[in-house]
């Protein structure tokens, strides 16, 4: 366990550098599962994340010599962007290593924070390698983005500020990828008031710390996942300690309901969260485990690329049933099309986008080609849709 002294020692030297963000009631998510839930938004702190806690404590507790010396870390984006703003403010120089897929959104963010950005491996865990042999190469503090006590007792400081603005909390939920997060709130909760659950989340796609802990042995996994800022295939080894010792369990959740969970985000709440921000959330909507009181869902971060964003609403709508995408052949006579739109107006489904195909070789003469995207109302309201439109005698195909 992190000690609460040093959680709190941190508590009191971030106050003046980072937000102490807003806790939200959401009336939407509670009345869906029967349960009070409260939505802790770090997607509204600096920088984006929570990680800039622990990277400026962990920055600020260096020696004057290892300042001199510079820092590199590595990341897929949010613990770079927290490091970069840190090292900025207290004129450190650093450099961020992070894979070949992290975002373009939060490569330019790091650079903008001013520090210098290195593009290597394919995953997480080969950039922190890289990191690591460049800091034994160069003389640079490593500055890990979850496996040491003061980035844990930066992200402990969250807890201290759920604590107070919700005394009477019962359950904590909040992402897991290294464990930094969840070992910090964890510490603290537990040393407060042990009877408060928490709960982590991983994605299935890369359950790391899940498995570490339900079959008592580390397992290198990598999947790809919109959760990026959790894909760690290897906890780190004070985290998993702390976690075992404290955390009451860890779940996991589909790549389809962590989308679920962006979207209703963005649609329910208007707030911008990323895929590991949204787990914790994706948990409660997906019942992964028992609710129970007062349960605060931290949503750890807003960086998501734009184009991420635009994918997943297109998903999003059509698993739903609320957009949908057809096609049919029709003769090639006037007023054929008219017909086909008529239908589709007394349904009231509303059109999108109407493409008109008249070479598609595949397509017998005298037909047409049309593929049709349109707004629905509800899967069972799309359905009605196609039902009205193969009793006129078309035959559809559903992309």
Sequence with gaps: MILLERIQKARALLTQIVHKTPLIYSTTLSEWVSCSIYLKCENFQKTGSFKVRGAYFKLS??????????????????????????????????VIVMPEFASISKMEATRGYGSKVMLYGKTFDEAQEKAIEMARETGRVFVSPYDDPDIIAGQGTIALEI??????????????????????????????????????????????????????????????????GIAVKKPGKVNLEIISKLVDDIVLVEEEEIAGAILFLIERCKMIVEGAGAVSVSSILYNKFPLKGNVVAILSGGNIDVNLISTIIE???????????FITAIPDRPGELHKLLTIIAKIGANIISIHHERLNPIVPIGMVEVEISVETRSKEHSEELISAIKSAGYKLSII
């Design 61 to 94: 507790q260096l020696s004057d010599e290892e300042k001199k010396r510079g820092i590199i870390a590595c990341s897929a984006g949010n613990h770079a962007q927290g490091v970069a703003y840190a090292s900025s403010k207290l004129g450190i120089d650093s």
């Design 315 to 325: 998903h999003g709508l059509t698993k739903s049933g609320r957009r949908l995408k």
């Design 163 to 228: 604590l107070e603005q919700l005394p009477e909390v019962d359950m904590i939920v909040m992402p897991v990828g290294g464990g930094g997060l969840i070992s910090g709130i964890a510490s603290a909760v537990k040393s407060i008031n042990p009877k408060i659950k928490i709960v982590g989340v991983q994605t299935k796609a890369v359950p790391s710390v899940y498995n570490a802990i339900s079959k008592g042995k580390i397992e290198e996994v990598t999947c790809e996942t919109i959760a990026d």
